[in-house]
């Protein structure tokens, strides 16, 4: 059942390149890689400072359940 039938809403925050996806579990896997410290992880949200993004992708690559993704367009 999980979240013992509660609801959970996300407010993610994220750059126009990149995008969360919402079976992201919050690990802080990313947070953690990041070069630059620019993402935060919260118990229900992941924020970014997207201004300082270089684009490495070294959050994407980490991310054990692939919920980070760049956006093509
Ligand atoms: S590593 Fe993946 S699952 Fe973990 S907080 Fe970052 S985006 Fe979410
Ligand atoms: S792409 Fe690189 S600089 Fe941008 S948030 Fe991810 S790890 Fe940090």
């Known amino acids: 059942m999980g979240f013992n039938g509660q ?3 996300k407010i993610i925050e994220w ?3 990149m995008i969360v996806k ?3 579990m919050y690990c ?3 947070a953690g890689v990041c070069p630059r410290n620019l993402i935060e992880v919260r118990e229900i949200s992941l924020n970014f400072n997207e201004k ?4 490495c992708e070294i959050c994407i690559q980490v991310c054990p359940v692939k919920a980070l ?5």
């Open 7 to 9: 609801f959970f809403l």
């Open 28 to 30: 802080g896997e990313c």
């Open 52 to 55: 300082n993004c270089k684009e």
């Open 15 to 17: 750059t126009d390149n």
């Open 69 to 73: 993704e760049k956006r093509d367009d």
């Open 22 to 24: 919402e079976w992201c």
